[in-house]
């Protein structure tokens, strides 16, 4: 059976978890690992019995390797990613791809004037909740799209901020609940709804001593006139995320991993103008839909989906261009916010790089308790 070689770059956290899972695949092995503390570096490649090295640059040359899982922090995955490509070497990004939309999209056409596979760590599209949303609107089944919802809280305590110099700073990630905690759901919710056509934000920092917002609520708006709202943090302990896609014949609620599925007996935009009685109301059918089972889901689909795809050009979860709107929304929402006003999409490249260069010059390392260099548990299947 023909092996992708893959080496792991960044294997400190999520890395390390990516690492076990290449080896759990039989179409892939792991041949290499790199990062930039040799501590850890080394102790990963003694652990999994393969060469280490502390500069990505020479594990890319290595000729070790067919392709590279980037899982460093978010500021290093372009530069990484294009000399990969640049290279020969085939590439899959851990989230987001980039901090600022010109970044990432450097990193796409990189990707395709090297011909070789890209594509993005969101393995909460693997999942049997997220694959039936999509096969649903797909369908048509909600008709054009009127309005959207996505309430994506969380929670971190301040000891999560202390545990790394780098960590809710402008200069070490170029944001905060944004670019840290919030682009699964927000990949999720472009998936399935679309890129807003306009962002209005307010962003804050809220309860926590950090430079960066940790809480974000947006008015949307959409090419066909739709509406929408957004709001995440890391200030509130209360879960799941929601999602509401609200269409002309019926609406679709996402709790968490729970779809509710509202059918509507005729389409609004056509009762409403025949309908004769003064309080007449549409007939609605609500449904729990049924998900599917035994599905393959997680970080380790995700790489199996990519080994096949370079192997047999088995179709991508996450196409690597698809990568860029989890970065539009995010741009846009802290432009608007720092801002205070309507941001269009695609975000002003030039506007967004001047604005991010500022905050960086304020921007200033924290003193920490103890460095901790581990993944949030709920993430390491």
């Not at 092995?29 to 393969?50: N, Q, W, Y």
């Not at 430079?211 to 609520?217: I, K, L």
């Not at 929304?329 to 309507?342: E, P, R, T, Y």
């Amino acid at each position: 059976m023909e092996k992708i070689k893959i080496g792991v770059i960044g294997v400190g956290g999520m890395g390390y978890a990516h690492c076990k899972s290449v080896n759990e695949l039989e179409e892939a092995e792991l041949t290499c690992v790199s990062d930039i503390d040799e501590e850890v570096a080394k102790e990963r490649g003694e652990e999994f019995g393969v060469k280490y090295f502390t500069d990505y640059k020479e594990l890319i040359k290595s000729g070790l390797c067919d392709a590279v899982i980037v899982a460093t922090p978010h500021w290093f995955h372009p530069e990484i990613s294009i000399f990969a490509f640049e290279n020969g070497l085939h590439v899959l990004s851990e989230k987001p791809i980039a901090v600022r939309v010109s970044d990432a999209d450097r990193m796409i056409e990189a990707a395709k004037k090297s011909g070789k596979v890209f594509t993005i760590m969101f393995q909460r599209r693997t999942e049997p909740f997220a694959r039936k949303a999509r096969e649903i609107i797909e369908s048509g089944t909600l008709g054009e799209i009127q309005r959207t919802l996505c309430v994506d809280p969380w929670y971190r305590a301040q000891a999560y901020y202390n545990s790394a110099t780098w960590r809710a700073t402008w200069i070490g990630e170029g944001g905060g609940v944004l670019i840290n905690q919030a682009p699964h759901t927000i990949d999720l919710f472009t998936y399935l709804a679309g890129l807003p056509k306009k962002i209005e934000a307010k962003t804050r920092t809220k309860i926590h001593d950090i430079e960066v917002e940790d809480e974000v609520s947006a008015l949307l708006e959409y090419k066909n006139g739709a509406w929408g709202y957004y709001y995440t943090s890391t200030c509130e302990p209360v879960g799941p995320a929601r999602i509401e896609i609200a269409g002309d014949k019926g609406k679709l609620v996402i709790s968490g991993t729970t779809l509710t599925l509202y059918k509507y007996e005729k389409p609004i935009s056509v009762f409403t103008k025949e309908a004769e009685s003064m309080w007449a109301g549409l007939k609605v059918e609500e449904e729990t839909v049924t998900l599917p089972e035994n599905v393959a889901t997680g970080h380790k689909e995700i790489i199996r989906n990519f080994v096949h795809a370079i192997l047999e050009g088995e179709e991508l979860y996450v196409k690597g261009e698809e990568g860029l709107n989890s970065v539009e929304f995010i741009n846009a929402c802290i432009l608007s916010g720092k801002k205070n006003k309507v941001v269009e999409i695609p975000v002003d490249r030039g506007e967004y790089d001047e604005l991010l260069e500022e905050l960086k010059k304020t921007s200033k390392p924290k003193k920490v308790v103890k460095v901790v260099r581990e993944t949030d548990p709920k993430f390491k299947k």
